[in-house]
């Protein structure tokens, strides 16, 4: 997305910072996004949206009390995480009926038809480990065969 907006002549932050580092990958997309790039804001709120209808459509299947993003996305939660609340509270019910209020919802979607009713809540956060969840979990696997 990021080389499409600067093929576009949109983004001159984006092209700034891909001609002047060799290996210009996300985490600089992401940096530039934190400092407030509109070109680079805009490729996470992609990224948040397509994110919340995923696990919109999860927590409308399964309705389980804690949904975990891990992986190397989960490192720019802070970039793409509002969009994706913004798209929990639009397409799912369960969610909009058990997330705690929010102050940018504007009462539209699935979050202006109900109201919070009952203690359980639905989680989503960020996994804590992030891109090494993986390695710390493979290297619980021989201990937990010898309980």
Do not use: H
Request: aromatic share 8%; charged share 15%.
């Amino acid at each position: 997305m990021a080389r499409e907006a600067i093929a576009s002549r949109r983004a001159p932050g984006l092209a700034s910072a891909a001609s002047s580092n060799p290996e210009f990958n996300a985490k600089a997309v992401f940096n530039l996004a934190i400092q407030g790039d509109e070109a680079a804001k805009k490729i996470f709120g992609r990224v948040g949206r397509a994110l919340g209808i995923c696990v919109a459509n999860l927590v409308n299947a399964f309705n389980l009390p804690m949904y975990v993003v891990g992986g190397g996305v989960a490192s720019a939660w802070e970039a793409f995480s509002p969009c994706l609340f913004e798209e929990l509270r639009q397409r799912s019910l369960i969610y909009a009926a058990t997330a705690p209020r929010s102050p940018i919802s504007d009462g539209q979607g699935a979050s202006g038809q109900v109201e919070f009713g009952g203690p359980t809540r639905t989680i989503i956060t960020r996994a804590l480990l992030g891109s090494d969840a993986g390695l710390y979990g493979a290297a619980q696997l021989p201990m937990a065969g010898s309980q």
